[in-house]
């Protein structure tokens, strides 16, 4: 039969893997990754002192080791909160834990019980594996894989109904025994289960590190740095998806070619970090003002485009002047460095059989023709 120390140094084994693979995950920023490789070395730490029970302090075998051991489990739900942006401190988990080890003390040196100790530890653990399954539930972004998430509040759900019947069993007097290290079928069972903890913690961990990395990635991908609108890749993929809808549904799409009037001037005189504020100022009021549906997008240099879908052209027409008006009449406190800049657009609508790049190239048209005609307006090709 296995014994409670192989499972002890087994577990401390698998932590220590984990932990180097959260190190490789340092560098990325990710936050709760440090509480998350804290929380490994916790662990280890409290493991190795489990197991030294017989041959050292009980203040290090029974008191700093559940401590440690439940500190870590505190810090990988610190370490969630600080993932999903939740910048709060658990402090009355905090408090808990500052109770636990008054608890601890206690029971092992006032009046000394193994099963009390075990009831109050296993309470605790699993008071905080249940908080973590709530967070974990319904923590998740709407617009993120749901695997990582759910798996770790499975992995929580089931560890702490296991600490809930330890403390359970413990509580209530239903097994009898008189320390960790004793080789007993429940205490075996017990701890077999507990081995898990670290190592499936670990995993889901890094999956929803790796999760951040990728949606870190997507957003270079599909998201303009300097302005947030949407890429010159990101809104044609989106425009071939709308076109086809449309096309099913038969409502009509209208695009918008949008370019900022005479902007070379404004990186001449002003200098370049003008002309990205100016470039940033209006993704900015675009994005605001458009309603909700419409996608907006910047296709190079100055030159942004806007998807309006079921919307004619003579309607595209009305909402793009709408914004045109709004910015002229912007206080100049509103706008970058106080600069007054305007800006021209070309509209036209999605013809059946036709390709987006061909809508784009008449739109295009008619902002040269907006262009020509004096800038600072709108014109349907």
Known sequence: MLNPLTILL???????????????????????????????????????????????????????????????????????????????????????????????GYWTFVAPNFNARVTVVSAYHAVLYAELFVLMMGGRPEHRPRYSYYFIATVALLLGAGHASRGILYGFGLIAQTDLMQVTPSNIVFLAVGVLAPPFLSIGVVMLAHDRLAERLERLANVDDLTGALSRRAFLQIGGALLNASLRSGSPVALAIVDIDSFKSVNDTHGHAAGDEVLGHFSAFVARELRVGDVFGRLGGEEFGVLCPATSVAEAVVLLERLRARLAASAPGVLPRGLRYTFSVGVDQHRRGESLEQLMSRADRALYAAKAAGRNRVMAA
């Open 10 to 104: 087994v577990t401390v084994l698998s932590g220590a893997m984990a932990m180097a693979v959260l190190g490789s995950l340092w560098r990325a920023a990710i936050p709760g990754v440090g509480c998350w490789i804290v929380a490994n070395v916790c662990a280890i730490v409290a493991l190795l002192a489990f197991a030294s029970q017989g041959h050292a302090s009980r203040w290090l075998t029974f008191v700093a080791a559940n401590g440690l051991l439940a500190l870590a489990l505190l810090l990988v739900l610190e370490g969630a909160l600080r993932f999903l942006g939740r910048n709060t401190r658990p402090w009355c988990a905090y408090a808990g834990l500052v109770a636990l080890l008054a608890a601890i």
